[in-house]
């Protein structure tokens, strides 16, 4: 099993930045790629950024070139940072580890942190 921790959210100010981290725990060799998602009250869970172990990355288009995503595989740790901060970006954002079936890997399954809120005020 595979535990996510996040940690860095708050409340700033429009224009701000804040920095979001995620740690992998457990048994961590099977997960091929770390993302962030975000939901806001009343809206589906979207996802923000991606990044794989060799180091591709994907950013949703509303995030434009304000948000970076890091992957460092050796500590399984996945970090966030988040610049320009948007009252629209206000929402709990979550931690996803992947899983797929090779190798010595049984199963396809996400792992879920229990998410940090990010709230930007106006």
């Known amino acids: 099993q595979v535990q996510l921790v996040e940690s860095g959210g708050g409340l700033v100010q429009t224009g701000g930045s804040l920095s979001l981290s995620c740690v992998a725990s457990?048994?961590?060799?099977?997960?091929?790629?770390m993302a962030w998602y975000r939901q806001a009250p009343g809206k589906e869970r979207e996802l923000v950024a991606s990044t794989t172990r060799g180091g591709a990355t994907w950013y949703a288009t509303s995030v434009g070139g304000r948000f970076t995503i890091s992957r460092d595989s050796a500590k399984d740790t996945v970090t966030l940072q988040m610049s320009s901060l948007r009252p629209e970006d206000s929402a709990v954002y979550y931690c996803n580890a992947r899983e797929i079936i090779r190798n010595m890997c049984p199963r396809d399954r996400d792992y879920w942190g229990q998410g940090t809120q990010v709230t930007v005020s106006t």
């Open positions: 457990g048994d961590t060799g099977c997960i091929s790629a």
